[in-house]
Antibody, heavy 119, light 108 residues
Framework: QLQLQESGPGLVKPSETLSLTCTVS??????????WGWMRQPPGKGLEWIGS???????YYNPSLKSRVTISVDTSKNQFSLKLSSVTAADTAVYYC???????????WGQGTLVTVSS | AIQLTQSPSSLSASVGDRVTITCRAS??????LAWYQQKPGKAPKLLIY???SLESGVPSRFSGSGSGTDFTLTISSLQPEDFATYYC??????????FGQGTRLEIK
């Protein structure tokens, strides 16, 4: 079964760019079955979808974040990445990566990584 | 964007109770709905997809129903490990994903 693991800095300064990578194991990121998604969850709050990517590079973004988000894929490393620019304290959250069946539901999730935006 | 409203926002129940959580979509989404369980400090876990299909390995006491705009998640007999927060998620054909605000299920 798939395993996903997020990695990246746990602390980012305001106005800078948050960068996270998700490493996929137990399967190929180039599988035609899957898209790959990012979600986040501010402390004590609900889940928010950030965006999704296919191995070919096709992307879909949450309209509320689209101007600041870039999701990319590196098939040679079986990884996909998230960049969120111009961060503020409101971007402090646990960030999750997950495998997404087609563009539907998410069946495997990483453990999540807390990113705090603070100077 | 399609909005999902869950009710109730929180719920107290006892072991052995039958519990129902509702998710209402702001427009019709056919059966494009999933349910997740999240325990504190853990990632969400997929329970139900396509409104009523049980994910492999999920106990049969969990069931989902509905189509269009109104959906329910039912736990037939609550077990101690079921106390958690539950989220619905829609995946309509515009590729834009939204989650409900969550329902916290607590021990009475």
């Amino acid at each position: 079964q798939l395993q996903l693991q997020e990695s990246g800095p746990g602390l980012v300064k305001p106005s800078e760019t948050l960068s996270l990578t998700c490493t996929v194991s137990g399967g190929s990121i180039s599988s035609s079955r899957y898209y790959w998604g990012w979600m986040r969850q501010p402390p004590g709050k609900g889940l928010e979808w950030i965006g999704s990517i296919y191995y070919s590079g096709s992307t879909y973004y949450n309209p509320s974040l689209k101007s600041r988000v870039t999701i990319s894929v590196d098939t040679s490393k079986n990884q996909f990445s998230l960049k969120l620019s111009s961060v503020t304290a409101a971007d402090t959250a646990v960030y999750y990566c997950a495998s997404q069946i087609q563009l539907w539901f998410f069946d495997y999730w990483g453990q999540g990584t807390l990113v705090t935006v603070s100077s | 964007a399609i909005q999902l409203t869950q009710s109730p926002s929180s719920l107290s129940a006892s072991v052995g109770d039958r519990v129902t959580i509702t998710c209402r979509a702001s427009q019709g989404i056919s059966s494009a709905l999933a349910w997740y369980q999240q325990k504190p400090g853990k990632a969400p876990k997929l329970l139900i997809y396509d409104a009523s299909s049980l994910e492999s390995g999920v106990p049969s006491r969990f069931s989902g129903s509905g189509s269009g705009t109104d959906f329910t998640l039912t736990i037939s007999s609550l077990q101690p490990e079921d106390f958690a927060t539950y989220y619905c998620q829609q995946f309509n054909n515009d590729a834009l994903i939204t989650f409900g605000q969550g329902t916290r299920l607590e021990i009475k």
